[in-house]
Nanobody, 125 residues
Framework: VQLQASGGGLVQAGGSLRLSCAASGRTFRDYDMAWFRQAPGKEREFTAAIRYSGGTTRYGDSVKGRFTISRDNAKNMVYLQMNSLKPDDTAVYYC???????????????????WGQGTQVTVSS
């Protein structure tokens, strides 16, 4: 599976961005998807995940209520809608995927075997 993330950029605090991740492979609908982010000098942080069916989502505490993850299995795409952005959201955002895992493992970076190249999001104050 190959992943290509896009949609990052520079935005003012309070603004919005939508990240996209295009996945190759015929079995996209069998894969759980996630977004992680990493700010300079910090560890990679779980941001959001969505079950292969799209029926279950998980969010990191710092983005709950502001970010929404979604997927379009017909297009092999996953999205991250980011609203009410804050300077603390500045990071490189990575999409990741894995074959179906336990729900309790959706938030763990170690669960994901395939990673995209990352897209930079910068939020100015």
């Amino acid at each position: 599976v190959q992943l290509q993330a896009s949609g990052g950029g520079l935005v003012q605090a309070g603004g919005s961005l939508r990240l996209s991740c295009a996945a190759s492979g015929r079995t996209f609908r069998d894969y759980d998807m996630a977004w992680f982010r990493q700010a300079p000098g910090k560890e990679r942080e779980f941001t959001a995940a969505i079950r292969y069916s799209g029926g279950t989502t998980r969010y990191g505490d710092s983005v709950k209520g502001r970010f929404t993850i979604s997927r379009d299995n017909a297009k092999n795409m996953v999205y991250l809608q980011m609203n009410s952005l804050k300077p603390d959201d500045t990071a490189v955002y990575y999409c990741a995927t894995t074959s179906r895992v336990a729900l309790s493992s959706l938030t763990e970076a170690s669960s994901y075997h395939y990673w995209g190249q990352g897209t930079q999001v910068t939020v100015s104050s």
